[in-house]
């Protein structure tokens, strides 16, 4: 088992790697289990493949799983479930020194961990990520969120868990195609900061896709690490380092936009093509050298990702997805902040991109 502490909110927990950590949930909860009775939220998805694991380790331990189960799918981090979500633990009679398992995805972790930051003023919760996603990045931060019709996570707190149990069984039953998104956000880790990881991910990636158990625990364990470290450093983004983790994103949220937040392209494939033009994009400005950029792209689509935004069939100019990127950032007029790439493996956040230079970038990928 890799362990990886993680010290944030005046606090610290544990991350823990493992196979089997959810068939025996409640050993690894048990400190921060008072009550017979344990909420645990789910969505219709996980509890399919993972309810039952799960309900049975808390009954051996003399506990009774309480569950709350969500529609699957972004659709869950809205008002509605929150509302609902958060009228269910009170009738559950969850009070402050209580916790609450969230079980599932990003969307199960950033919904129940606003609900928890809410509930009594704020209960605990432990995590319990299902995706390569939510494992590598979403179960990791404090982050928690949910979506309003003006835009997505404009609503939540920082609240870290007490635990987090990233069970590599649990990816056994993930869809190949976000195991493959999952592993964009683990390749970014290396292209922003670490290339020794950068070159572990080439050898690597498609193996530990396909579902190589000690492959994966290295991949999740030291994605999570780095996004520790970076957290620790700004834990609510003031200081900048934060900025790193979002490299890729701001072509990759263009992407998405553009495909109308679709099954068309996931977050993490819009993140895999967002990192490809950023590398590219820093090549054009002379940063790095286009054999780099041209690396990136070949470890992205080893993991089975794709590297041609031309593959979307998008029908849109550049300067269509630029304004994009300025409705996202809330930019009024000329520049944006940019990640780009001075190596593989140096991130850094240039504040003044032109954002004329970068529509004209963009013509010339579609
Ligand atoms: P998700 O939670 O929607 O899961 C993806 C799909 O896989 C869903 O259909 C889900 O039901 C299914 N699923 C989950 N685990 C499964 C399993 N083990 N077996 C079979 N099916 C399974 O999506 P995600 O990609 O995990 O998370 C995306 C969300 O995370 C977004 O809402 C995003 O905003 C959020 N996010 C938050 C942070 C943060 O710091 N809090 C960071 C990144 C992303
Ligand atoms: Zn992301």
């Known amino acids: 088992m890799a362990v990886i502490p993680v010290a944030l909110g005046g606090r610290s927990y544990e991350v823990r790697v493992e196979s089997g950590l959810l068939a ?69 009679e969850v009070e402050r020194g209580d916790h609450i398992l969230a079980l599932g995805g990003g969307v199960v972790g950033d919904l129940t961990g606003f609900a928890a930051a809410i509930l009594k003023r704020g209960c605990g919760f432990v995590q319990l990520p299902t995706t390569l996603l939510a494992q590598v990045d979403s179960s990791v931060g404090g982050k928690t969120a949910i979506n309003t019709p003006a835009g997505k996570n404009l609503v939540g707190a920082f609240h870290q ?5 990233a069970d590599l069984d649990a990816l056994g039953t993930l869809p190949q195609r976000e195991m493959r998104a999952g592993f ?24 530990a896709i396909s579902g190589d158990t000690d492959l994966l625990e290295q991949a999740v364990a030291r994605s999570v690490a780095a ?18 983790l979002n490299l890729g994103h701001t072509f990759g949220h263009a992407l998405e936009a553009q495909t109308g937040f679709s099954d068309r392209l996931l977050h ?25 950029a041209a690396r990136v792209a070949t470890a992205i689509a080893a993991a089975g990702l794709q590297t041609e935004i031309s593959t979307l069939g998008l029908t849109c100019t550049g300067t269509a997805l630029a304004d994009h990127m300025m409705h996202d950032k809330k930019m009024d007029a000329g520049t944006l902040p940019f990640i780009l790439l001075r190596s593989i493996g140096a991130a850094f956040l240039d504040r003044e991109v032109a954002l004329i230079d970068v529509s004209a970038f963009l013509d010339e990928q579609l």
Request: with cysteine; glycine share 8%.
């Open 227 to 244: 996004k520790a470290r970076i957290v620790a450093e700004d834990e609510r983004e003031t200081t900048g380092a934060r900025a790193l």
């Open 184 to 207: 964009a956000e683990v390749i970014k880790y290396g292209i922003l900061g670490d290339p020794e990881f950068f070159d572990w991910c080439e050898r690597n990636g498609h193996a």
């Open 24 to 92: 025996d949930a409640a050993t690894h909860c048990a400190p921060f289990l008072r009550k017979t009775r344990v909420p645990v939220i789910t969505d219709e998805n996980v509890a399919q493949h993972w309810r039952e694991p799960v309900e049975r380790s808390l009954a051996a331990a003399g506990h009774e799983a309480r569950w709350h189960v969500l529609p699957a799918g972004e659709r869950a981090k809205s008002w509605t479930e929150l509302a609902r979500t958060v009228d269910w633990l009170l009738s559950e």
């Open 268 to 292: 993490g494939e819009g993140v895999a093509l967002g990192m490809v033009l950023a590398a590219r994009y820093s090549a054009r400005r002379g940063l790095i050298a286009p054999d780099d």
């Open 161 to 165: 868990p007490s635990l987090v149990l």
